[in-house]
């Protein structure tokens, strides 16, 4: 068999076929690098391209902020497909302007040298120990934020060349001392007031209602009595968060996770050491220090003089403790062969240049004793077994509720959950599971609406999903008067009460306008105690817009306060304190409102005058 297999390979005829094949993946995969490659690009800005990747992590660093700013509430935005695209696009929107301010800072010729790059990382407070730069939690912070030295100190270069020119604009902005006197005036004025509140409910209590208003209000009204359409629904839900609460976890399960996963709880063996780099391919020069070395010159000294590694230089060279799989492998090989505390290599060659490496002291691996760890292996197996039963389940349940479209009782049988159903249900009163928006768009197909069957199996969250139905559907229509009357009757009568205070509201302001009580006294009405309000106040829209009353006199006004309750307000004074102690907080804040429409201004500008394509969806 194997020999007619090898004789029909080496025909001609396979040999040609084979090379036709050949030729289409090649021309498929090129044509897919020259067709696919504006798919890497999320938008060009002249021309400068912000690759997808880039915008991908800028992306990932936004949401995972919020979430942590948000929690629970930003999980359930991100439920809505309309604003994650919002999100997606505000986030590549602020690349855009990134961009666009270093392309204006390099025309207006604007630079940072290497010097300040290096005094601003080893300044920075998230890289040091006890008030000093440390190395070694510089480098484990870069690996976590996934950037090397180099393209972290291109990062910082950029940032720093666009706050100089954010710098230039806020630099140019500036208040007179009688804008800010004036500002300062009109923002510490406080109005003496009194008010008198004419109680929505009060009012509503009095009104007397007839059949025929009544019958009138509800035919002109059919929207306020009309029930949406509603739906019985059932569905099956199955997390991973319910099946770990299942799972109980025995001592040899834990024995035997914990000896095959012994390299978890064991630390690695860690190196302090210290270096002197030169970098580039300048071997004399990395000779010449050895050279001192080896005459006995110290090296701490030497590597403060000479080493060109920004962070180290200033520590003696000290890089700390460093462990395997984090250094150039070529760096790695040396430190950990040096075999005692205090020795040297030679020249070891790395993509950075050329090191000199000198072991500080040794770290050896330790174990942790399992009943230290038995907690967290429990429940990384109870999240393990959870998650795998979850996946598991979860095709079951896609099958049979596929197979099973005219019932969700064997799906259920399948995966061991229980149906849940509901009373005739509209969005507006759904539990939280039923209003996330896939759901509820599943409810609203055909199939499922109308032809009774099963929904696709639908994510609701991470491990968490979920198989709808409907089983009734009732039509939106308006209920009938005998079922509504009572709610009509309240609608109208707080209409009628609303109408009835507003009224007697404008007849109170007239009067009092014109220095009559005449309503006041016969409503039995009085104003309450004199109180000094500032911009803070509810009432504030309505006092601060009303006129400066005369020395002696009042001026009058009528609103509604935040239940809805008309006030008449009687305005006596206007309080206008210049207080020096808020000039500087309040001139900074004309500034900073001045600068950011200056940003806004110079960003719109920029836009109109460079090309910029968006090249990526923001789904």
Do not use: C
């Not at 080496?10 to 020259?34: D, H």
């Not at 030679?346 to 691996?365: E, Q």
């Not at 055909?446 to 968490?464: A, F, Y």
Request: aromatic share 6%; hydrophobic share 40%; no cysteine.
């Amino acid at each position: 068999m194997m020999e007619r297999i090898r004789e029909g390979v080496n025909s001609i005829a396979v040999k040609i076929i084979l090379g036709l094949i050949i030729l289409s993946f090649v021309f498929a995969g090129v044509g897919s690098y020259i067709a696919g490659g504006i798919g890497n690009t999320a938008a060009k800005v002249g021309n400068v391209e912000i690759s997808r990747g880039e915008f991908e992590q800028a992306y990932q660093n936004e949401r995972n902020r919020m979430q942590s700013q948000l929690g629970d509430y930003f999980s359930t935005l991100l439920g809505d497909p309309s604003y994650v695209a919002s999100f997606r696009q505000s986030v590549l929107d602020r690349m855009i302007n990134d961009v666009l301010l270093e392309q204006h800072a390099e025309s207006m010729g604007l630079r940072i040298s290497d010097a300040q790059v290096r005094q601003m990382i080893l300044d920075m407070p998230q890289f040091q120990n006890d008030g000093k730069f440390d190395q070694e939690i510089y480098q484990a912070t870069l690996r976590r934020a996934g950037f090397s030295a180099d393209s972290f100190a291109e990062y910082l270069r950029r940032d720093l060349v666009r706050n100089q020119l954010l710098s230039a604009i806020q630099g140019s902005e500036f208040t007179l001392p009688s804008e800010i006197e004036l500002q300062s005036k009109l923002l510490t004025q406080t109005r003496d007031i009194k008010t008198l509140t004419l109680s929505l409910a009060d009012f509503s209590k009095k009104v007397q209602l007839t059949d025929e208003e009544i019958q009138k209000y509800y035919e002109e009204n059919p929207t306020q009595f009309t029930r949406p359409e509603q739906v019985k629904v059932a569905y099956i839900e199955l997390s991973a968060q319910d099946l770990k609460d299942q799972i109980t976890v025995t001592d040899d399960e834990v024995q035997k996770y914990y000896n095959e996963h012994l390299d978890k709880y064991s630390t690695s063996e860690q190196r302090e050491v210290s270096h002197i780099l030169v970098q580039g391919d300048d071997e004399a020069k990395a000779q010449a220090i050895l050279d001192e070395l080896n005459a006995g010159a110290d090296f701490a000294t030497l590597a403060k003089e000479k080493s060109e590694d920004i962070g180290s230089s200033e520590e003696g060279g000290s890089l700390g403790w460093i462990e395997r799989g984090v250094m150039d492998p070529a760096f790695e090989e040396a430190a950990f062969g040096l075999k005692n505390v205090g020795d040297a290599t030679g020249l070891v060659k790395s993509d950075f240049g050329y090191h000199i490496i000198k072991l500080d002291a040794i770290k050896p691996s330790e174990t942790k004793p399992i009943a230290e760890v038995k907690d967290e292996i429990i429940a990384e197996l109870k999240d393990q077994i959870a998650v795998d039963e979850f996946y598991n389940l979860q095709n079951e349940l896609e099958k049979v509720a596929f197979e099973y479209p005219d019932s969700l009782d064997d799906a259920a049988k399948a995966v061991n959950q229980k149906v849940v159903t509901t009373d005739f249900i509209s969005q507006a009163d759904a539990t939280e599971v039923l209003k996330t928006p896939a759901v509820m768009q599943a409810l609203q197909s055909p199939e499922v609406k109308e032809d009774g069957l099963n929904s696709e199996v639908m994510e609701v969250s991470p491990e968490h999903i979920i198989v709808v139905r409907v089983d009734d559907v009732r039509e939106e229509t308006v209920l009938p008067l005998s079922e509504v009357k009572e709610q009509t009757e309240a609608q109208l009568a707080k209409v009628k009460g609303e109408q009835a205070a507003m009224e007697l509201g404008v007849q109170l302001v007239n009067e009092l306008r014109e220095g009559k009580q005449d309503a006041l006294q016969a409503n039995n009405l009085n104003f309450g105690e004199l109180e000094a309000i500032d911009r803070s106040s509810p009432l504030a829209g309505t006092v601060f817009a009303m006129a400066k009353p005369a020395e002696g006199s009042a001026t009058f006004a009528q609103t509604k306060d935040m239940q809805g309750n008309v006030v008449v307000v009687e305005l006596t004074k206007v309080e206008s304190e210049y207080n020096q102690a808020y000039n500087e907080q309040i001139g900074a804040q004309m500034e900073r409102e001045a600068t950011q429409q200056d940003l806004a201004s110079v960003l719109s500008i920029l836009r109109q005058n460079t090309d910029i394509e968006y090249l990526l969806n923001a789904e």
